[in-house]
């Protein structure tokens, strides 16, 4: 049965390789269901390319998936293959969602260089969930250019979205609150870069002064400079700056040094743990029927 799912993935890759996205997402969906079996196929954990992969967060409404969507176009100009992976239960990239949004993404959801997928769950435990690494891993092998990680920038689960991204960009808007919040969720941590959105809004000028002092006085800790842009996502308005500037960052060849990270495979092996130790818990957990069972079982694992 093991041996199966394994000879499935392989053959499931061979042909995602080959830019068969049926293939493709069928490979995804045994990868979300597999648990750690993604790990046994060789170009899975050494994949020999890697796409340059853009965390975008922030909190919900402020216009991620709106940008998501208008990015996809301005890469596409560029001529550049882009992979999405939306880990945000309420993306509309996300199953349900899809449907009402067909008409905005059309052009997007035919065209062959171009693959959206989105999963809806986390890791239970808390944490990015372990699926989401193993994918991303599929991503980097079938020869992505760029893959955009949508998460929703509101608790320590996306927070992670740093250990597997090559370059996090934040997305904030007017009426989020002001940059002393954001640093207060741990945002600074995590940003390569603000974008205040929705700029066509009132307040928007007062937030990007906010932001850049607060960056200045937050002694920033990366090596590189964290940058605060501003679009209007509905418009279109700021993209093709953000398109260009993310091309910039990706030419600085950070992507493949990332994969061979040891701190960034210890980040993974945890979600991939993670996953692992809640099977064994809720096997253990459905055996207790008796009140001498709780003991028994507590003691047995
Ligand atoms: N006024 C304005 N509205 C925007 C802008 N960008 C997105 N929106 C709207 O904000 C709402 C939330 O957008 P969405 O992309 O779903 O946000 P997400 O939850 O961060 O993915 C939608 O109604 C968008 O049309 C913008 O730049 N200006
Ligand atoms: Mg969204």
């Known amino acids: 049965m093991r041996d199966n799912l394994g000879d499935l993935m392989r053959?499931?890759?061979?042909?995602?390789?080959?830019?068969?996205?049926?293939?493709?997402?069928?490979?995804?969906?045994?990868?979300?269901r597999g648990g750690t079996e993604g790990l046994t196929l060789t170009e899975l954990r050494n994949p020999d390319?890697?796409?340059f992969r853009i965390g975008i967060t922030g909190p919900p409404g402020a216009g991620k998936s709106t940008l998501i969507g208008q990015l996809i176009g301005e890469?596409?100009?560029?001529?550049?293959?882009?992979?999405?992976?939306?880990?945000?239960?309420?993306?509309?990239?996300t199953q349900g969602a899809i449907l009402?949004?067909?008409?905005?993404?059309?052009?997007?959801?035919?065209?062959?260089?171009?693959?959206?997928?989105?999963?809806?769950?986390?890791?239970?435990?808390g944490g990015l969930s372990a699926a989401a690494y193993l994918m991303l891993r599929a991503y980097d092998v079938v020869g992505f250019d760029v893959v955009l990680i949508e998460t929703v920038g509101v608790g320590q689960t996306e927070l992670e979205v740093m250990h597997v991204a090559d370059f996090v960009s934040?997305?904030?808007?007017?009426?989020?609150?002001?940059?002393?919040?954001?640093?207060?969720?741990?945002?600074l941590e995590i940003a390569d870069q603000f974008i205040v959105n929705k700029s066509d809004r009132p307040g928007a000028e007062s937030l990007v002064r906010e932001l850049e002092a607060s960056l200045q006085m937050g002694g920033q800790t990366r090596e590189q400079r964290v940058t605060v842009m501003q679009t209007i996502a509905t418009e279109g308005d700021g993209l093709s700056e953000l398109a260009d500037f993310y091309l910039v960052q990706k030419s600085a060849g950070k992507?493949?040094?990332?994969?061979?990270?040891?701190?960034?495979?210890?980040?993974?092996?945890?979600?991939?743990?993670?996953?692992?130790?809640?099977?064994t818990l809720e096997k253990a957990v459905s055996q207790i029927l008796t009140p001498d069972d709780l003991l028994k079982v507590i003691k047995k694992n």
């Open 255 to 279: 992507a493949s040094q990332n994969r061979t990270n040891p701190e960034r495979l210890q980040w993974e092996a945890r979600a991939l743990l993670r996953a692992q130790f809640e099977q």
């Open 49 to 51: 390319k890697a796409a």
């Open 75 to 93: 890469l596409r100009k560029r001529q550049l293959t882009v992979g999405i992976l939306a880990v945000d239960p309420s993306s509309p990239f």
């Open 100 to 125: 009402g949004d067909r008409i905005r993404y059309a052009d997007h959801f035919n065209d062959p260089e171009v693959f959206i997928r989105s999963i809806g769950s986390r890791g239970s435990l």
């Open 11 to 32: 053959e499931w890759l061979r042909k995602a390789k080959k830019k068969d996205f049926q293939a493709f997402a069928k490979l995804l969906t045994l990868l979300e």
């Open 170 to 187: 934040v997305v904030l808007v007017p009426e989020s609150g002001d940059a002393i919040q954001a640093m207060k969720a741990g945002l």
